[in-house]
């Protein structure tokens, strides 16, 4: 078979699958998808290949062979962040997971994390509590996940605005290089000797399990932990606050699934954090690449062609989920494309879940009534905030009876 070494005409005009957000994106999604399970679309100026359904963009996430996480991170977010887990393949992948797993596997999250999360949330409630009103983007969704993150670390914070600033910072490398190139920098500089602190006298925090943690004699260097805390710091940080964003968003706007999780929290709450994460998921297109030219699922696709994973197509794909625009907290459905498929899966997954559901809950017991201020405030509406790749609402100014 000789291999494919163009591609067709772009299947839509008007819409840069990178750089521009569109306002009814998801329409966008599903008139391509009705097409084809896969769409050529605009991509930062060249032709790449869009993946719409839930069994292509599954198939995608699980064939590193074929699309392997190194060929677009060691060009995106290496320079940054350093040689971290998605850039990595093969045994160096598998021994750096292992060693960083445990930190994030379910048991542990309960035993180390579970115990932060809901004093954090009241803490920062406590704030903004007796207002009667607040924009809870900048007051509560920026702040809860980089505070978790930090104080799960062990970090002596004393400037959240600078944590929240390297945090920000560290995820817009492609549009502002020398920013977070700083941030990372700054990052290092500060975490660095906390780091050798902790190979002194280890603690019950991230990093000390994470410079202690120990497989059949294989651990982790100094570098390797600080590629990781500088991608944790960012992608366990910006990815859940806007996933919250989004699914306070979601609720506040549908005022009949709002009243239902009020009706039981603790029946509602996780599947309300679930149905968020399908119906609008803070990383909706995945960037990645083809390096060499194949046939894939009936699909030719030439040497170095950019792929796009629309996790949000297949989030919203019928064959799936029926009825897949209307948010209804009932459909008690888990997302998990939402986390990604495969050896480069989100580690964090059962932390972001326990983050979600704690603040979903400490919201909803401490601010009763909680509603939209301006039922047509646009603000609210999810949109881009890195790229077409992350989304969430700009604001979400809110009021509740006091």
Known sequence: MTAPTVLGDVDIEGVDFALEDHPDIHVVLEKLRDAG???????????AILLLTNDLVSAAFKDEDVFPASAVYQMTTGPVLGKTLQCMAGDEHRKNRALVSPSFQ??????????????????????????????????FTTRYPVLLISRLMGLPVQDEATVHRWAHDLFYFPFDPEAAMRASQDFTDFVTPIIAERRRNPGDDLISVLVTEDIEGETLDDEEVLSFLRLLFPAGADTTMLALGNTLSALLTHPDQMELLRSDLDEHAIWAVWEGLRWEPPVGLLPRACPEATSWNGIDIPALTPMVFSINAANRDPAVYPDPHEFDITRRKQAMLSFGRGPHSCAGNWLALAELETALKALLERLPGLRLRDRDDTDATITSQVGVALRGPNALNVEWDL
Request: aromatic fraction near 4%.
């Open 37 to 47: 399970s896969h769409a050529i679309v605009p991509f930062a100026g060249v032709k």
């Open 106 to 139: 379910r048991k542990r999250v309960t035993e180390m994390v579970t115990p932060l999360l809901e004093p954090l949330a009241h803490e920062i409630i406590d704030r903004f509590a007796a207002h009667g009103s607040v924009d809870l983007v900048a007051e």
